[in-house]
């Protein structure tokens, strides 16, 4: 069975700290996602990762993907309010079709 | 990137009733897919929406009551028939385009409750 596995499911933390989201699942695949999602909305894309090694960072936020290690993680560097939502990963297993994550809640305190 | 609408945003609805959603997307992707995402939970995919024929459903979802349709690239239909309380959900449709870098994009979601 396909298990895609985030840690930790909730996270509080004080603004600037720095912390680490992880994903990890059970089978190969190449390509992975970070979405964020906040209360009653939708989900926004973060980062698509393609490839063994990729890192991208956008802001405050940077994830990377060890395909071997079928690991993946979201960075967060001096957490502001504004960054306070759930974090889904995803991992593509068929043509575009989506396995996601358990979800990790950020709750950025002052 | 792809701008996707769907409605109703939300509906109340009695069980044993049926509910359409409508999934709009602002221009062609190649593929479609209907997720649902139950109070506090993550998404779970239900099908493929497969254009001009049957959807491709994921284990635990069948036709019958997930009926999907895909006229064109770029709308979709979900039925939730004959609805329970345990039907209350969010649906959200979501598009790509397909090529290798892109991500998946997804609607605002609707949130259904069945009473």
């Known amino acids: 069975e396909l298990k895609v596995e985030q840690n930790p499911l909730f996270l509080s933390m004080q603004e600037g700290k720095n912390y680490t989201i992880y994903c990890n699942y059970s089978?190969?695949?190449?390509?992975l996602y970070w979405y964020r999602q906040d209360p009653g909305k939708s989900l926004e894309s973060l980062f698509v990762?393609?490839?063994?090694?990729a890192v991208k960072q956008e802001g405050r936020l940077m994830a990377s993907l060890d395909t071997k290690a079928r690991l993946s993680t979201l960075h967060i560097t001096a957490a502001v309010h504004d960054l306070s939502a759930t974090y889904f990963c995803?991992?593509?297993?068929?043509?575009?079709?989506?396995?996601f994550g358990t979800g990790t809640r950020l709750q950025v305190t002052l | 990137s792809a701008v996707i609408s769907q409605k109703p945003s939300r509906d109340i609805c009695q069980r044993g009733t049926s509910l359409t959603i409508q999934c709009q997307v602002d221009?062609?992707?190649?593929?479609m897919f209907w997720y649902r995402q139950q109070p506090g939970q993550s998404l779970t995919l239900i099908a493929t929406a497969n254009q001009g024929s049957e959807a491709t459903y994921e284990s635990g979802f069948v036709i019958d009551k997930f009926p999907i349709s895909r006229p064109n690239l770029t709308f979709s239909t979900l039925t939730v028939s004959n609805m329970s309380p345990e039907d209350s959900s969010i649906y959200l449709c979501s598009g790509t385009g397909g090529s290798s870098a892109e991500t998946q994009y997804f609607g605002p979601g609707t949130r259904l409750l069945v009473l």
């Open positions: 221009s062609q992707v190649t593929m």
């Open positions: 995803a991992l593509e297993v068929g043509p575009s079709k989506l396995t």
């Open positions: 089978t190969t695949s190449d390509r």
């Open positions: 990762l393609l490839s063994n090694g």
